[in-house]
């Protein structure tokens, strides 16, 4: 069982950053595949970004592209997503997800990805 804590969320005025984090326990961190999503209210769960396993392949969701880049460091069984430019629609809560590599499909459904972190708010006023 993987347990996800994400961290780094915040109020931030647009036109800024933060870089959100998502540590990994309770797996072989190496072994999984890892993204991010968020969420507003009333909304379905929207794919942010996604890394493999051994941060060689990156995914993205085109209207983040550009602004947002994820990394990981599996010496330290964490992936980061470092938010760029910060919009006011970027305000949501974001979710680390984790799943065992070679078991994903589609990077971009949520209905793909076995574990899920707690989430972090992020807020970006104008």
């Known amino acids: 069982q993987v347990q996800l804590v994400e961290s780094g969320g915040g109020l931030v005025q647009a036109g800024g950053s933060l870089r959100l984090s998502c540590a990994a326990s309770?797996?072989?961190?190496?072994?999984?595949?890892m993204g991010w999503f968020r969420q507003v209210p009333g909304k379905e769960r929207e794919f942010v970004q996604a890394?493999?396993?051994?941060?060689?392949?990156?995914y993205y969701a085109d209207s983040m592209k550009g602004r947002f880049t994820i990394s990981r460091d599996n010496a330290k069984n964490t992936v980061y997503l470092q938010m760029n430019s910060l919009k006011p629609e970027d305000t949501a809560v974001y979710y680390c997800?984790?799943?065992?590599?070679?078991?994903?499909?589609?990077?971009?459904?949520?209905?793909?990805?076995?574990?899920w972190g707690q989430g972090t708010q992020v807020t970006v006023s104008s």
């Open positions: 997800a984790a799943s065992l590599r070679g078991t994903l499909v589609d990077y971009s459904r949520t209905m793909d990805w076995k574990y």
């Open positions: 309770g797996g072989t961190f190496s072994r999984y595949a």
């Open positions: 890394i493999n396993w051994s941060g060689g392949r990156t």
